[in-house]
Every structure is written in structure tokens, then in C-alpha cells.
């Protein structure tokens, strides 16, 4: 079974960067497509970006598409989400998964982190 372990995540004002990590556990990390999520209070759950297993193929939400970049490094079994231009309705809890495929649905996902926090303040 896969474990994910998120970081980077923290307070920001409007405009500025973070970069999130996520280090996963298994070998097999090169075999998996990954997908960041995110969750804000009393919303559900939802797509950010996802990534092919070899890095060739990436995805996005539209509300994120030319400020986000999602990026692997298969040697370190590492996916990353490099966040720009922040706004404040970016700030949720942000969550990377591992699945079959880099799809835009939480089901397609069969392992998922314990998430961190992104605060954007205006």
C-alpha cells in the first residue's frame, strides 16, 4: 500500500508562490499517475492537476490553468504542485493521490495523502 506524505503548504498574501510536495513510500510511485486535489471548508472536494506516470501527460482545473504546475521526479518518487499568482480562493487543504490514471474524479484515485493547508490572505 502506498503512503503519501504532503508538505510545503502554509500562509501567503495574494500574489505570491508556494511549492507542495509529495513523497511517496513505494518503488512502484513511477507506476502510478498522480492528481492534486484540494478541499475548502464546506465545499467538496476538487480536481487541481494531474500527472502521467512518465510526466509526459498534465492536466489542470481551469480556475488554476496558467498558475499552477504540476511536475514529477520519478528517482524520488516525488510529485510536486508549483503554485504562482495565489489568490485567495486557493486557500483549502490541498491533497495529492496516486491511481491508474491521471483523471479528474476523486474515485480514480485509490491512495491519497493526509493533506496540507494553503492560506491565502487578500
Do not use: H
Request: hydrophobic residues 30%; charged residues 20%; aromatic residues 12%.
Amino acid at each position: 500500500q502506498a503512503r503519501l506524505v504532503e508538505s510545503g503548504g502554509g500562509s501567503v498574501q495574494a500574489g505570491g508562490s508556494l511549492r507542495l510536495s509529495c513523497a511517496a513510500s513505494r518503488r512502484t510511485f513511477r507506476s502510478y499517475a498522480m492528481g492534486w486535489f484540494r478541499q475548502a471548508p464546506g465545499k467538496e472536494r476538487e480536481f487541481v492537476a494531474s500527472i502521467s506516470w512518465n510526466g509526459r501527460s498534465t492536466y489542470y482545473a481551469d480556475s488554476v490553468k496558467g498558475r499552477f504546475t504540476i511536475s514529477r521526479d520519478n528517482a524520488k518518487s516525488t510529485v510536486y504542485l508549483q503554485m504562482n499568482s495565489l489568490k485567495p480562493e486557493d486557500t483549502a487543504v490541498y491533497y495529492c493521490a496516486a491511481g491508474t490514471e491521471p483523471l479528474a474524479v476523486t474515485t480514480e484515485y485509490d491512495y491519497w495523502g493526509q493533506g496540507t493547508q494553503v492560506t491565502v490572505s487578500s
